[in-house]
């Protein structure tokens, strides 16, 4: 065997690149990975592995891996970017796209790219390894200081808990799972389901549909083993967000029978199982969030459909999420 036909791949760039926008998905696990590259060789028509394509990258990540176009593509231009263009280059093919004048022409483009299979595997590997959030390394949180290393370790993992939910396919935290530290606009490419969740650090609100949308669940720290017990109408979730608390611990809601805060005006500091006991009220058209996060529910003793209030003003209950002003029932979210 000729040895000078031995390459180690040392690039530094795949390792920093864990800082992507997006989680990495459950499928990069080294399963799914063997299937790949399994796949792309049994497609060579000589010996070894072939350049992987854009094309069949495609076929593999959209089709085989359910992945959505775009989140492929981003993978593989970042790898092909990094790791093969140089600087003159990148510059070269962001010119070329800037100058295609349609979808087609840029997917003609793209067409054109390969990259070596198995240093692209052991990329799409690293990611899945370096679980490291965009947000978070660039503000420098991820890495190690002086002042994070003289902290005790119950310090330490009190801190890297502060924000952290799991999502679970199955009951009882059975199945695959996907992690979050930080807002998700949409994880249902990377969970077909969600039975049960653990919530380690702070308050979530976590919504059925992508991008913050339809029904709503707040979450305190907890263990919930199935949907019922978020009172979930069924294993449908697809984002969520951290609920940014009160640091000083204060509450204070205005709630108005009529919309841009006319007639009659109500203000409290305390939990409400019922407006209409407490109140006399039938349906709340506007509020002011004055202190700390709150909750309303469609229905009394804090049931029904959920609206998370942050500190602002609603002038009309679309600006809470909601089609009508039919609210029962409000509290705080607490720590």
Known sequence: MDQSGVLLWVKAEPFIVGALQVPPPSKFSLHYLRKI?????????????????????RHIACGKLQLAKDLAWLYFEIFDSLAVKTPKE???????????????????????LSVDTLQFLLFLYIQQLNKVSLRTSLIGEEWPSPRHRSQSPDLTEKSSCHNKIT?????????????????????????SRCNSIRVEGGTWAVYER???????????????????HWMGLNDRLSSCRA?????????????????????????????????MEQFHMREVHSCKVLE?????????????????????????????????PAIQSFRRIVE
């Open 37 to 57: 590259s399994t796949y792309v060789r049994t497609r060579a028509t000589e010996g070894g592995y072939p350049r992987l394509s854009w094309s069949t990258w």
């Open 90 to 112: 990148r510059l070269e093919w962001s010119e070329i796209l800037s100058n295609c004048m349609s979808e087609d022409e840029v997917e003609k483009q793209r067409n054109q």
């Open 167 to 191: 999502f679970f396919e199955d009951k009882n935290f059975q199945g695959r799972h996907y992690d979050s530290d930080c807002d998700c606009a949409d994880f249902h490419m990377y969970l």
């Open 210 to 228: 992508p991008n913050f949308a339809g029904y709503m669940y707040v979450l305190p720290r907890g263990e919930y083993s199935e949907y019922q």
């Open 243 to 275: 609920v940014h608390l009160s640091s000083g611990g204060q509450y204070k809601i205005q709630i108005f029978e009529k919309g841009d805060f006319n007639g009659q005006m109500y203000e409290t500091t305390e939990d409400c199982p019922s407006i």
């Open 292 to 324: 700390g996060a709150w909750v309303f529910y469609e229905l009394p003793n804090y049931r029904g459909r959920q609206y998370l209030l942050d500190k602002k003003e609603y002038r009309k209950p679309i600006d809470w999420g909601a089609a009508s």
